[in-house]
Nanobody, 114 residues
Framework: VQLQASGGGLVQPGGSLRLSCAAA????????MDWYRQAPGKQREFVAN???????NYADSVKGRFTISRDNVGRTVYLQMDSLEPEDTAVYYC?????????WGQGTQVTVSS
């Protein structure tokens, strides 16, 4: 299982970014895909996920601002982040579960600052 996250960067408050996570090594279309984030000095926290049936769940802190989606042909999950706030600054990770094990991508840094 390989997960490769990308798309992070520096953005001003109120701006947008789209993160991508390219997946390989498992039957992508059958898996729930998650995004987590970890801010400096804080524990890793759930951000959003999307099931194989395209049902979605979001943390309260990002509802209405972030949108998760998936491309099963391209084996990629996306996180569209709008109305970004300084509190969204973190390393963002994609995750999936395969054969009862958690697999994490390497993370992509998102910094929201003026």
């Amino acid at each position: 299982v390989q997960l490769q996250a990308s798309g992070g960067g520096l953005v001003q408050p109120g701006g947008s970014l789209r993160l991508s996570c390219a997946a390989a090594g498992f039957n992508f279309r059958l898996n729930t895909m998650d995004w987590y984030r970890q801010a400096p000095g804080k524990q890793r926290e759930f951000v959003a996920n999307i099931t194989s049936g395209r049902s979605t769940n979001y943390a309260d802190s990002v509802k209405g601002r972030f949108t998760i989606s998936r491309d099963n042909v391209g084996r990629t999950v996306y996180l569209q982040m709008d109305s970004l706030e300084p509190e969204d600054t973190a390393v963002y990770y994609c995750k999936t579960v395969y054969r009862d094990r958690n697999f994490w991508g390497q993370g992509t840094q998102v910094t929201v600052s003026s």
